[in-house]
DNA sequence: TAACCATATAAACACCCCTTATATCCATTA
DNA sequence: TAATGGATATAAGGGGTGTTTATATGGTTA
């Protein structure tokens, strides 16, 4: 037969109180109840844990040394439901988010940067990668969610759409007159393209749909990150693919321009992945809230 | 609402085994009962604790920090239950006795070497004193059990006799030839006497006997303890009253010899004292079954 | 697709713990 | 010494809670 805790708590209050009544008034109940509990324990436990005086009870020997352990122990639960309280206040526990490198700079950090200043005391971990290697990391528990780009297709993740991202191609002043009027794909695959490389998601989704409308494209240039090929198409060296909200900054001051497309890309979006079988924790679900809100 | 503690115990056993049904089989519960408890401690802490799976349960990150505050706590709890089982056993704990000092060195000493043997672990305290003063101590909770000359007559104490003691007579070889033949007590008078000091229990209750008899002592020599009253008769400083049972070394060698009395006095006992209000500990309860026995 | 193993849910029952009521003991005070 | 007050002990009844049985649901595996 295994002693009941909670027999633990009413013994420490008793011990803390030197009574009976006493304690039955801390613990809301009645003095019976206590009397009745302790004696319980003393049964249970084959030993006399308190001396009955007329004015209240006194500790045994015995009853002193297990105080000790039964406070501290009472104590470490309440240190432990503590800390559970300060994961739901977000001050304490981590964030791991996975997602990918031009999300990140773009999208990501600022909000990142806000949930940061709201709550301080979250460690955050960020994990690069593509889309694909970011699904097996949440798959196999190395992060909490994943910001990348959709579509994603996987019946064991949910997925949200946070941002729609339009993929476009844009130049610098040499090729301004060239470029005055709307061309279509065809033409566009002719100039001199400076692309991402084709491992990148956005790469083959811009090269996929052009393929599908017949047209292949050879570019000039390859480049590793996004940025890069912004900073290219800056200096003339050719037209170049980028996702029109994280250049936003180049074509409102003047130092890129959009090209005119006689046809649309479909925009895709951004969006956020967390496995259906994991409830979001506190400190994910907040951030979720933060940049679908 | 105070979260009931024996969710923790289940809770650490689930923790430890990653699974529901296997904690049922060790806490000989059936798995809903299980799956509730832990549902119900959640619920308390607003917080999930484990991540459900198909083939069991992972602990979030919050269930890990709890478990870990949880399996210490249930485990100073378990120690506090073993250093109770010591208490029991005797190996832990002390033993407080407060005795007389002839008692202490001619009755008590020779049991406290067995009981040592037998609980060496067993811390032992032992308080000189007169009887009186050991009976309050014994009051104020200074020591546990008292070992004195009877009669103590106390209605908040237990008395049990367990040794009877004779208040008797002796002298050296110079009174051999005198003291041939029986004497009452008031030819005894007029010899030199030595005895122990008048606060003495003992020499009270002789001294007492005596005047009830008509008789009044004053003796030659006034001595602090029993061993220099049985030098003194030894030295044939006179008729020493000595106890009977104390002196057996020297009456069975021929060094002493004693008075043959035509009266006899009473005997006494020594006995043990506990206060009623006041249960015996384990440890005061076996060393009086041992002095008892 | 069926079987198996995991957890979740629902409802009934049994047990335990708490409360109310009362007793008892001791100490203090009139 | 009797009476009062404050402490714990005891007894009995009732309500709540936790456990069980029965069943559902979901997911992996063969």
Redesign the pocket.
């Known amino acids: 037969m295994v002693i009941?805790l909670?027999?633990y708590r009413?013994f420490c209050v008793?011990g803390k109180?030197?009574?009976?009544?006493?304690?039955?008034k801390e613990l809301?109940?009645?003095?019976?109840?206590?009397?009745?509990?302790?004696?319980?324990l003393e049964k249970e436990l084959d030993t006399r844990l308190?001396n009955?005086?007329?004015?209240?009870?006194t500790l045994t020997n015995e009853g002193s040394l297990l105080l000790e352990y039964a406070n501290s122990a009472i104590n470490l639960i309440e240190i432990g439901e503590e800390k559970i309280a300060e994961f739901k206040n977000l001050t304490i526990g981590e964030l791991r988010i996975g997602v990918g490198d031009t999300i990140s700079k773009y999208f990501l950090l600022p909000q990142l940067e806000a949930f940061r200043n709201r709550y301080p005391n979250l460690k955050l971990k960020i994990e690069n990668g593509t889309t694909d290697s970011l699904i097996s990391l949440l798959k196999s528990g190395g992060v909490d969610i994943v910001v990348c780009n959709l579509p994603v297709d996987d019946p064991?993740l949910n997925v949200t759409p946070c941002m729609d991202i339009h993929d476009t191609f844009v130049y610098g002043d040499k090729y301004r007159k060239l470029l005055a009027r709307p061309i279509g794909f065809r033409e566009l695959a002719k100039l001199p393209l400076i692309f991402l490389e084709p491992s990148s998601n956005s790469r083959k989704y811009v090269e996929d749909h052009f393929l599908s409308k017949g047209v292949k494209i050879s570019p000039e240039f390859e480049l590793g990150s996004h940025d890069l090929v912004v900073e290219f198409a800056r200096m003339n060296m050719g037209i170049a693919c980028v996702t029109r909200e994280f250049t936003k900054d180049y074509l409102e001051s003047g130092a890129l321009h959009e090209v005119q497309l006689t046809e649309q890309i479909p925009y895709r979006s951004i969006g956020v992945c967390s496995l259906?079988?994991v409830p979001l924790s506190p400190a994910s679900s907040r951030f979720v809230e933060l940049i679908e809100g």
């Open positions: 009941k909670d027999l009413i008793v109180n030197q009574s009976f009544s006493g304690a039955a809301f109940m009645t003095q019976p109840a206590i009397s009745q509990s302790i004696m319980q308190f009955r005086t007329p004015k209240g009870v064991s259906k079988s």
